[in-house]
Structure formats: C-alpha cells, structure tokens
C-alpha cells in the first residue's frame, strides 16, 4: 500500500468521524465563513510597524463560536497558508502565520469550551437565550484572542526591530482598540445572524463590514501620512545644520521618556512626544538658514534672531487646523523655571508641563550631542547639570522624578549611543577630517 493510499485513507477516516459529531449545518457554515473570510484577506492593509490587519478576522471568530472544533483550526490554518501563498510572503513569514494564527484560534476555541460556551447551531434560538448560555464564554474567547494574537505580533517585531514590546504594541493596536472593542458584539452579531436567519442574511450584513474596513484603513493611512509628512518637514529644517541632524526626533525620543517617567496617560505622552518633534519647527524661515550653518559662536543680533523661533514656530503650527493644541507647548520650550527664558518670560507652573518636559529633553539633547567645540557628555555630567539647574532652568520635580525613575537610564542606552557615533561621523564628514 503506497503512502498516497494511507493519507488517503485517513483523511476520508477523519472526514467521516468530523462529519458524525459535528451539528448539522456545520459544513455548510464553515464553507460560507471561509469564503468572506477569503474576501477579508484579500483586503488587508499595513499597520505602522510593517504589521498588518484585516476584518477576516470577524469571520475567522465567528467560525469559532458557530463550529468551535478542530476542523475550524485546520481551515483558518489553510485558508492563511493560502493567503500567504497569494501575498507572495517568504517562506518563514508564511510559516509564522500560519503557526500564530492556529495557536491563537486552538487557544480561544479551548477556552471558549472550558469557560461554557457551545456551538451556536446547538445553542437556543432567541438572542437573550443565546446570550445567557454563550455571552460571557464568547467574550472571554475574543479578548483572550485579541490579546493573544496582538502579543505575539508584537513581540515578533520588537525582536526583529530592537524596540520595546510595549512601544510595538503602543503604536500598532493602541489606536485601534476602540475598533476592537466595538468588533467583539459585531462578531457575536455575526454568528447569531447566520445561524438564526441564514447565509443570506449574515451574506448581507458583511456589506457594511467592508464599509467598515474601508474607513479603517483610511484612518490609519490619514494618520501614517500625517506623521510622515511631520517628520518630512522636520528633516528639511534639520537639513540646513549637520550637526544637529536627528535633533527634533532624539527630542521626540526623550521626551517621550521623561513623560513616561512622570506617569502620564498615553494620549499626553503622545502629545508631548508630537510637540517635541515640532518644537524646532520655527527655524523653517529663511532668517534662521544662515545664522544654523554657522560653526562658529553667534553674536548678539544673531542670538537676538534665534529667540524668535518658539513663537515663530507657534505661528506656523496654529494655520494647520490639527496641530493647534501642539501651540503653548512650542511657543514656551525655551520659558526657564526661574523665569529668565523667552519669549514671555513666563515661569513656575505658569509653563505648560509638555514645554518643560520638552525644556528637559532639549538640553539633554544638546549636553550630549557632539558639538564644534566640545565632545558628547557622559551620563555623569549630564546628571550633575540637571541637577544644578533644577529650580532654575528646570522644573525642579521633573528633574528628580526622571533621576530617580527606571526610565533614565533608556536615554543613554547602545541604540542612543550608537547614533551619536553616527552624529561624529557626519561632523567629521561635514569638517572634511578622515
């Protein structure tokens, strides 16, 4: 008997078996599944970190709660092979994939049976009957594989990138944890449409879901775009002056520590971290070209010009609709504690929290970035300005809540120092020294 005949054999076994124990209907409804969750697919789209998503899995949870069997793993499992197969994806992405995607669906149709829940072709008819016999199981199956699927995304690609799982996860799933919210009674809708009005019917109601998906996408693209339009307009100012290349986004980078070490929600510590990218923005203007290509110290007109770039830099940002709450947090990034900084003079807690965070951020920056005239500082001497300014320049609780978090040390790791090596190079390119 060749190996053909076996497989063969065994696969019409357990064809035969699968048939017998699962509900009626359940065929029927693994083949109509399958096929949206084919044209969800088909319409994936890019996250920001190289990830992607796609309303397939509405679908794909659906199967799981109509056939919660091994036979809805097995065609997830081929259904995503296929997909890769289509997408022209690497062999080792594909087997990833496919690898996630069947532990992720095994895991959740395991907990949905160990927590009550039963296929909706055998559960009772009436939503409020349904719902009291399978609600809670079904819900604690989609968190448990939304959670799940995001976790192993993450962690694939801070490993593959160096980033921090948690900053992965921040960006990829943060902004669209309202949609995953909002898909968990969607799913639930889904399977109870078909199972209680038929394919038609659940057939139908997948045409507001692709509209659905469309609006998603736009929303991700919109903001993608915003940000690298941000980031373009940010790099043509820094253009202009080597030896601050990278300045506006290492800016961005700790203030978004230090915003994480003062313990603020994540929609402040995105905001702080979007000023600090714009808080340069100003230097735009062709005043600012001559005096930032200058190596050497800058006279007191000079000087005189370069405090106007905060409220220059407010006065560009407040024409762009978007972009108006960014305003206060730019024009005072240069207001000192004391009250000796420009352009108003302000102080104290009269500064908003995100300008003294930037303040911080910009002056650890400079301390250690290599300039013409002196070489990056260390940790140490970074440590000790902070604090023999703190009360003067700077907020003086910013000072001691940074020292004294976990964060501090993130600014001076390899990838930081790394790029300040980067920063020698293009000086000593820029100098002409080899």
């Not at 053909?4 to 696969?11: D, F, H, K, L, P």
């Not at 469309?214 to 915003?226: E, G, I, M, S």
């Not at 030896?243 to 603020?264: E, K, M, N, P």
Request: include cysteine; aromatic fraction near 8%.
């Amino acid at each position: 008997m060749t190996l053909t005949s076996v497989a063969a054999v065994v696969g019409a076994s357990l064809l035969v078996t699968t048939y017998s124990v699962l509900p009626d209907g359940a065929w029927t409804a693994l083949t109509l599944l399958t096929l949206l969750a084919i044209i969800g697919e088909a319409w994936a789209f890019l996250l920001p970190s190289s990830a992607t998503t796609s309303i397939a899995f509405i679908p794909y949870m659906a199967m799981t709660l109509v056939v919660p069997h091994w036979t809805t793993v097995a065609a997830i499992g081929m259904l995503k092979a296929a997909d890769c197969v289509r997408a022209r994806i690497s062999a080792t992405k594909t087997v990833f994939n496919v690898a996630q995607f069947v532990l992720v669906f095994s895991v959740t149709i395991l907990a949905y049976r160990f927590a009550g829940g039963i296929s909706f072709l055998e559960a009772p008819n009436g939503i409020a009957e349904l719902t009291r016999a399978c609600g809670l199981a079904a819900l604690c199956a989609y968190a448990l594989s939304v959670v799940l699927n995001y976790s192993l995304t993450s962690v694939v690609i801070a490993l593959s990138s160096g980033r921090r799982i948690t900053d992965v996860w921040r960006e990829n799933h943060g902004p669209s944890l309202g949609l995953d919210l909002i898909a968990a009674p969607v799913t639930f809708g889904f399977a109870y449409c078909y199972t209680n009005f038929g394919p038609i019917a659940a057939a139908l109601l997948w045409v507001p879901l692709v509209g659905f998906r469309h609006w998603a996408k736009t929303t991700v693209d919109l903001a993608q775009t915003n940000r690298e339009l941000l980031e373009l307009m940010i790099k043509s100012i820094e253009a202009r002056d080597p030896y601050t290349s990278g300045h506006s986004r290492r800016v961005s980078q700790y203030a978004t520590i230090i915003a994480r070490a003062l313990r603020l929600s994540e929609r402040e510590i995105e905001k702080i971290g979007t000023a600090a990218l714009l808080h340069d923005v100003g230097k735009i203007h062709e005043k600012y070209g001559p005096i930032l290509r200058k190596t050497e110290k800058l006279n007191l007109e000079e000087w005189a010009i370069m405090k106007e770039h905060p409220a220059d830099g407010a006065e560009l940002v407040a024409t762009m609709t978007r972009l108006t709450e960014f305003v206060p947090a730019i024009r005072h990034h240069h207001e000192r504690w004391g009250g000796a900084g420009y352009p108003d003079g302000i102080s104290g807690d009269s500064i908003p929290l995100a300008s003294r965070v930037i303040m911080v951020a910009d002056t650890i920056d400079a301390m250690t970035t290599v300039r013409p005239y002196r070489g990056a500082l260390t940790e140490a001497d970074v440590k000790a300005e902070l604090l023999k300014l703190r009360g003067e320049q700077f907020d003086p609780s910013i000072v001691d809540t940074l020292l004294a978090s976990t964060e501090w040390r993130q600014i001076f790791t390899p990838a930081h120092r790394s790029s300040q090596s980067r920063g020698l190079s293009l000086l000593r390119a820029a100098s002409g020294e080899r």
